[in-house]
């Protein structure tokens, strides 16, 4: 048996506090500056005497950032956030870090980490979900993907109910002002995805309702199929079938019941700027959803790794 990154950093370790640390995200600030984030999460108690604190769905999450200067030897705490599930990264001169409380939140840095901006809100009165996943940059833009719930009254997991929603940005712009992002059309997988017509390949794997899931052994629950947790990429390759040069492609964890497959969806940039999620579909005419992916009902990470 290898064991993999045996050499590593401890950055935090909620443990000490009583709470629960997850959600890691990273990005490379100015000089070999490294920015790294997390969130902590438990009872009200344990963070109680804490500033920066999300309320949501009855518990309590705080944002942390982190910066090394030592190439990740050591690093120190310099911020909190009232937010979760953010993702640090750097566009232009300023590091920003975007998450959500219910509604989209985001912070700013132009001293490259140091101190940070009040949260920012981009929404209003919305409800939304996502993971640390990547972030895209092309010709002086970003993208990235946060997902939008519908209000639904599911009780237990709710995947059923997300749409995959693209972000574009332009690097020379206030990215704490909603006006300085393109949002694509909302696309939720209840409506993108009809499981009475899904067939011949096991999914949806245990039969559930879409208001709530169903006991399939003592303590262990399913939930109705759905999508998350999304990744965006830009296919280069000429040859591929799902080349085209407008188009960007977003690969979701699938919430299937099963293993081995992840979700798709595609987006479309139009010429008056506007952007349209949608399906795929493949040489026969046939829409696609689901790709043979292991692990692909996990949450994964997709990077870029260009020849060298």
Not at 36 to 65: D, F
Not at 134 to 143: C, I, P, Q, S
Not at 209 to 225: K, Q
Request: glycine share 10%; hydrophobic share 40%; aromatic share 10%.
């Amino acid at each position: 048996m290898e064991i993999l990154a045996n050499d590593f950093v401890r950055i935090e370790d909620g443990t000490a506090e009583g709470l629960f640390c997850y959600s890691p995200g990273i990005c490379m600030g100015a000089d070999g500056r490294i920015v790294a984030t997390c969130e902590v999460s438990g009872k009200a108690s344990a963070l109680e005497n804490m500033k920066a604190v999300c309320h949501r769905y009855g518990g309590v999450s705080q944002g942390r950032i982190f910066i090394s200067d030592d190439k990740g030897k050591t690093f120190k705490k310099v911020h909190e956030f009232p937010f979760m599930h953010a993702r640090p990264f750097r566009c232009g001169r300023r590091l920003y870090v975007l998450g959500h409380c219910s509604d989209l939140m985001i912070i700013a840095s132009d001293d490259n980490g140091m101190t940070w901006s009040a949260p920012s809100r981009l929404t209003d009165g919305e409800d939304w979900h996502q993971a640390p996943a990547n972030v895209h940059f092309e010709d002086g833009r970003v993208y990235i993907v946060m997902e939008k719930r519908k209000p639904m009254g599911i009780t237990g997991w709710m995947v059923n109910n997300i749409a995959p929603v693209t972000m574009r940005g332009s690097a020379d712009c206030d990215l704490l002002n909603r006006d300085n992002w393109t949002f694509a059309s909302e696309l939720y997988f209840h409506e993108a995805v009809r499981k009475e017509r899904l067939e011949y390949f096991g999914v949806p794997f245990y039969w559930t309702t879409p208001e709530t899931y169903v006991e399939i052994a003592p303590g262990r629950a399913c939930a109705e199929i759905g999508w998350l947790e999304t990744n965006i990429v830009r296919l280069h390759d000429e040859r591929h079938y799902f080349h085209n040069k407008g188009t960007l492609h977003l690969f979701m964890r699938a919430h299937t019941g099963m293993t081995g497959y992840a979700a798709m969806a595609k987006v479309v940039e139009k010429d008056d700027g506007t952007m349209e999620t949608m399906i795929e579909e493949v040489p026969s005419g046939r829409k696609i959803v689901y790709v043979p992916l292991p692990g692909g009902q996990m949450k994964f990470h997709i990077l870029f790794d260009a020849e060298t």
